[in-house]
């Protein structure tokens, strides 16, 4: 058996970790708002064949990562955060992504 994997799953990991490290090591936040906008319209594209709430729910994840990174870094560490928050969204995605993906068959 194999284990097929959403393009918009490492869309999500780049956006967040990738935007976060743009911003940081450019010194241009909006370079990487546009990284993690960049990859979030990609992976918004996948969710869009799974229905209005799947692409609802998934974007509100994507972004709801983004915003709790900036208190949680408060706690952990910028990078622990980010990598936390990537996590979560990722495994949250590729979960409901299965989800969405069995209960359409």
Do not use: E, Q
């Not at 970790?17 to 990284?35: E, K, Q």
């Not at 609802?56 to 900036?70: E, K, N, P």
């Amino acid at each position: 058996m194999s284990v097929k994997i959403d393009v918009s799953v490492p869309l999500v990991t780049a956006g967040l970790i990738g935007g976060f490290a743009t911003a940081r090591y450019s010194g241009v936040r909006p370079a990487g708002g546009a990284v993690l906008a960049a990859a979030g319209i990609g992976a918004g594209r996948s969710w869009l064949r799974r229905g209005p709430v799947v692409t609802s729910a998934l974007s509100v994840t994507y972004l709801g990562a983004f915003g709790i990174s900036h208190p949680l870094a408060k706690k952990l560490g910028a990078w622990p955060s980010v990598l936390v928050v990537t996590g979560a969204a990722a495994g949250t995605t590729a979960a409901a992504l299965a989800l969405a993906d069995k209960s359409s068959r």
